[in-house]
């Protein structure tokens, strides 16, 4: 895909696309496709902000089993509606899973911190989660994933676990309350000092591409 972005096109310096997100969101593992087309069809000079919200605090208790029943029938649905793999197998355990992803999102920031790498540990937790059925809230797990993916285990052990890395959490949640972020995934077109939210349209990432030409005056993405 091309654009027919121009010199005369270039985007201000203050302009941003902050997309948020949790990486075990299931909407947000549906997303993951129109996300990377999308990106692909963006004039490249559009600046794009990556930041891991929080769905789940940090907990050991087992969630309720209407709760557990409730996701099951969303990645169901997810399923249906992105056409993304889901492995139901997950809600099978007995008792069910905590209902937790901070341990995720902060697995995400670690990877990001080391080595400017949290988009592909985003991508190895959703596949690890949805697909392998893995409990990706562990440490542990979390981890292996990352070794997987070419981290010291050692170097992201302790990485994950580090008050930076909370802290860089705890910034990044405070940043999306501030933003008017309420659900994940979300898209907002910082521009001209204004927050712009960008319908997520679950593949339709030609349609988005157009809303956020049209809202910085450019020409449409074509093909």
Do not use: K
């Not at 690890?128 to 052990?157: C, K």
């Amino acid at each position: 895909m091309t654009t027919t972005q121009t010199a005369s096109q270039d985007i201000s310096t203050n302009t941003v696309l902050v997309y948020v997100h949790d990486p075990m969101c299931s909407w947000c593992y549906g997303f993951r496709p129109t996300w990377i087309g999308l990106r692909a069809i963006l004039p490249p000079s559009l600046s794009v902000v990556a930041l891991v919200g929080g769905l789940a605090p940090d907990s050991d208790e087992p969630m309720p089993i209407e709760l557990a029943e409730h996701l099951a029938a969303t990645w169901s649905r997810v399923a249906s509606v992105c056409g993304v793999p889901m492995n139901l197998e997950y809600w099978s355990q007995v008792p069910p899973p905590p209902r937790t992803t901070y341990p995720a999102c902060r697995a995400v920031i670690a990877a990001e911190q080391i080595a400017g790498r949290g988009e592909v540990m985003t991508a190895r937790i959703q596949d690890a989660y949805y697909q392998e059925a893995q409990n990706v809230w562990r440490d542990e797990v979390l981890v292996r994933l990352a070794t997987e993916i070419g981290f010291s285990a050692e170097a992201f052990a302790q990485a994950l676990t580090a008050e930076a890395v909370s802290t860089q959490h705890a910034e990044q949640r405070a940043l999306a309350e501030r933003l008017g972020v309420s659900g994940y995934p979300s898209l907002l077109l910082i521009h001209d000092g204004q927050g712009i939210p960008i319908p997520v349209r679950h593949g339709a990432p030609d349609q988005m591409a157009i809303e956020i030409s049209e809202v910085l005056g450019l020409s449409h993405p074509t093909h």
